[in-house]
């Protein structure tokens, strides 16, 4: 599956813009791409913000069951909102899934994880949109991840990296004057997330609740290569004991 979602496998001859598309992670790459492409598509009146948006009555009421999936690609109208919340998409999300080492089962995990813990607390606070509560989640992970890093908010500031979810928490509240519940829920998700997958496992012998089962990693990263055979000391192929062959053609 990895290999069906890539795509760019061939770098020579590409626009820069286009070697930075392809140069991005698989899962980023797609969710940025289908978070333009729902606000050209409202902007151009071909779709509705109205056929986008979660509800649950809608969803299963109704079984319009992609509004599930298309609550996380709508940040609004073409703007200079819009291009805020796509650069801290495409930024924080590329950073994040690189660090899982461009593999998109792990990451792919991440992001149904939040998005099914958003979906159950979205009809709570009446949030109809989560792009930006999963986008929040996503900061909240890698900052809390690499808590030595500085960041400059619009050079003004600098601060380490950990702060970074409540500076733009703060930034949406000057700007909106309300208070961004969808971050809030972000950053409450993140932190779960952050929790049991980097603290609790050092304290429970590296027991880690929210890795990936192996049918998902089979999913996307296909079957793990078989195991080598040990060998001897010249090289061959360690036979096996006459009893235990009797045992595997017997269980054969």
């Known amino acids: 599956m990895a290999n069906v979602l890539g795509g760019g496998d061939g770098m020579m ?8 598309f392809y140069e991005m992670p698989v899962c980023t790459r797609w969710w940025m791409t289908a978070a333009l492409s729902a606000s050209v598509l409202v902007q151009c009146h ?4 109205f056929q986008l948006f979660y509800s649950f009555r809608t969803v299963f009421y109704r079984s319009q069951y992609w509004r599930l999936i298309t609550t996380f690609f709508y940040f609004g109208p073409l703007s200079l909102d819009l ?7 495409q930024r924080y999300s590329r950073l994040l899934e690189e660090s899982s080492g461009r593999s998109p089962a792990h990451f ?14 979205a009809p709570m606070f009446s949030m109809a949109f989560l792009g930006t509560a999963l986008s929040s989640t996503l900061i909240y992970i890698w900052s809390r991840k690499n808590p030595d890093t500085l960041l400059s908010f619009l050079g003004l500031v600098v601060f380490k990296a950990p702060y970074l979810p409540w500076v733009l928490l703060a930034f949406s509240l000057i700007m909106h004057g309300t208070v961004p519940k ?10 779960i997330w952050y929790f049991f997958n980097d603290v609790y496992p050092p304290l429970h012998n590296g027991h880690s609740p929210l890795d ?6 089979r999913l996307f990263d296909g079957p793990p290569p078989p195991a080598e055979e040990p060998l001897d000391e010249d090289g061959a192929t360690d036979p096996v004991p006459e009893g235990e062959a009797a045992e595997v053609v017997a269980a054969q």
């Open 212 to 217: 990936p089962p192996a049918w998902w990693l």
């Open 13 to 20: 001859g590409q626009f820069p813009l286009e070697q930075w």
């Open 46 to 49: 071909i779709l509705s913000p």
């Open 182 to 191: 969808d971050e809030m829920c972000g950053i409450v998700v993140g932190h």
């Open 108 to 121: 792919s995990w991440l992001l149904t994880f939040a998005s099914s813990l958003l979906l159950c607390i």
């Open 83 to 89: 291009l805020y919340h796509i650069f801290f998409l």
